[in-house]
């Protein structure tokens, strides 16, 4: 890369990806090209079954591509060993599904604490953290909850504080909102973007709510297997 800085966020040349069904060979990634710079907010934007899933999964070092790069905080996947990857993705990423997959048996505040731990800090340091970033998601009052007594939007804002835990560079979202009615899909989603615009994080969050998208940096559309840049706003 020729800009050092952009190659901090994440970038993507040339991905593709098809799957087979049946008899049917599925072109879902044709050549993707993606360049998120650090302190960046990109809405990834298409219709239901356009790869969107697919794309973040690749970004997220889940998946292997069949063809092309995705760099991660300035370094290239492709190459390396599983143990490479997985390091890499617990140093640099975040991601947030459609679920929260937290641990039900674990508080909020422990669920935040865990990907620190295993990742080196100590308890005192990543607790410190996991309170801040629970207070400053409205959710001092709710750390000692566990998943089943939080409503739908505060179990959504504590995986999203889950996955800035260890302040990666780059955070994945695959429509984070998309399982909550629409008005306490707007107040998270607000809160995700405050937390995310302080941070520095390069951020590509999947919706294919309009309304969402234009509440962030870019647009990009994911059409026949390609990435349509909508441009800066
Ligand atoms: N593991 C898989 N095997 C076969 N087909 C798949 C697989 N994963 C996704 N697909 C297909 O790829 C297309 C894109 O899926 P997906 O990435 O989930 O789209 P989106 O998230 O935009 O709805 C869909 O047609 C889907 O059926
Ligand atoms: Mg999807």
Not at 39 to 60: C, D, F, N, Q, R
Not at 67 to 88: N, P
Not at 93 to 116: C, D, T
Request: net charge neutral; hydrophobic share 40%; charged share 25%.
């Amino acid at each position: 890369m020729s800009d050092a800085k952009t190659s901090q966020g994440l970038v993507l040349e040339e991905v593709r990806r098809t799957f087979q069904q049946g008899k049917e060979t599925l072109e879902v990634l044709r050549g993707a090209h993606l360049n998120i710079r650090p302190g960046e907010i990109v809405a990834l934007v298409g219709p239901s079954g356009a790869g969107k899933s697919t794309l973040l999964h690749i970004a997220g070092l889940l998946e292997r591509p069949d063809a092309g790069e995705v760099r991660l905080a300035g370094q290239a996947a492709g190459g390396l060993s599983e143990g490479e990857r997985t390091r890499l993705r617990r140093l640099h990423l975040g991601f947030v599904y459609q679920y929260h997959h937290l641990l039900p048996e674990f508080s909020a505040v422990e669920n935040v604490i865990l990907p620190q731990m295993i990742a080196g800090a100590s308890k005192a340091k990543a607790k410190t953290r996991a309170l801040d970033l629970l207070t400053r998601m409205g959710l001092a009052e709710r750390a000692e909850h566990r998943p089943g007594q939080l409503s739908g939007g505060e179990q959504q804002r504590v995986a999203i504080c889950r996955a800035l835990a260890n302040a990666p560079r780059v955070l994945l979202a695959d429509e984070p909102t998309g399982n909550l009615d629409p008005h306490t899909s707007d107040g998270v989603f607000a809160e995700l973007i405050a937390l995310v615009r302080g941070s520095g994080v390069a951020a590509l969050i999947a919706t294919h709510n309009p309304e969402l998208a234009r509440r962030m940096d870019r647009i990009i559309r994911l059409e026949d297997g390609l990435l349509v840049d909508g441009g800066a706003k």
